[in-house]
């Protein structure tokens, strides 16, 4: 059983705010200016959330999120990409230790939520480093941040999200990107209402599962976000997630090389990446090298918005921008 210092208040932050950028802020930053340990329930919008050190373009099916408008966000912590919908609950719990070795301990994490499903006659699993799974499928992934002697331990929670939704967004690395970068790690999924021998919708199984941890820990307050603290968060979602630099931008150096063959072309394409911006790049149509449509990209943002203006005015065929990107008319070749 968790024990947490009785000297210390652990406060339940009820969560309505369903905007995917203002969520991801909001755990940086209680994370950074609240000293309460803090437990939170919530659910965001569709959405694909990346780990800190994760390639955007490697990770994330980009024709599938642009043509569905699903926004891509890169959180604080570490671990792999994850699909974010109103058919899976957020799980974050933030806590201090004068002690700062083993803070992240993701066996400890998990265990009120492992507690929580035998209730239901469930036998869920603790699997690798940091996954929850039922029946050898994976419904939880789990990741954590250290900010000086705090902690925040969150996790997916899947309920009935849209799993199909999730199996076109992922990647499978087979996209001509080249990076060290943390890959997610492939795995099946599922939905816990799957397993569930009696139905209950998802606002009475939050509920209950809300009931439940603020038992475990011994939760005597709940609150709610104040204005102020709206207009912080709102303002670093801002700033910080809504930028493309952060979510696209802060990927590790990599190299993406690509060869798309059209009814008439053959476009060839070599390029690296480093902070965003395109450092080296060689382009090929029909054999040919476009040493001034290279000069145009050189020293440009790896993003399909600006690098489809920089070219709007191009003779050169439109299937040209695309193919300076994975997953969108390449013939080349998920994890969650």
Sequence with gaps: MFIRNRNRTMI???????DPFFNIAAEEYLLKNMDEDILMLWQSEPSVILGK???????????????????????ISGGGTVFHDLGNINYTLITRSEKQENLVDFRKFTLPIILFLKQFGLEPQFEGKNNLTLDGKKFSGNSAHVFKNRVMHHGTFLFNTRLNILENIINQHQNGVQDKAIDSVQ????????????????FSFKKKMADFFQNYFRIETQTNLTSEMIQDIQKLANEKYHNWSWNYGYSPKYRFKNEVKTETDLIQVDLEVKDGMVTEIHLHLN??????????????????????????????????????????????????
């Design 53 to 75: 050190h994760q390639n955007t373009l490697k990770e994330v099916n980009l024709g599938y999120v642009i043509g569905h408008k699903i926004p891509v966000i890169r959180r």
């Design 12 to 18: 339940f932050i009820e969560r309505k705010q369903t």
């Design 287 to 336: 054999g040919k090298k476009l040493t001034e449509i290279e000069n145009q990209i050189l020293g440009t943002a790896h993003d399909k918005t600006v690098l489809s203006a920089k070219m709007s005015g191009s003779h050169f065929p439109g299937a040209l921008v695309e193919a300076l990107f994975p997953g969108t008319v390449s013939n080349k070749g998920h994890g969650s």
């Design 187 to 202: 795995a099946s999924v599922t939905n816990i209402s799957t397993h569930l021998k009696e139905k209950i919708n998802l």
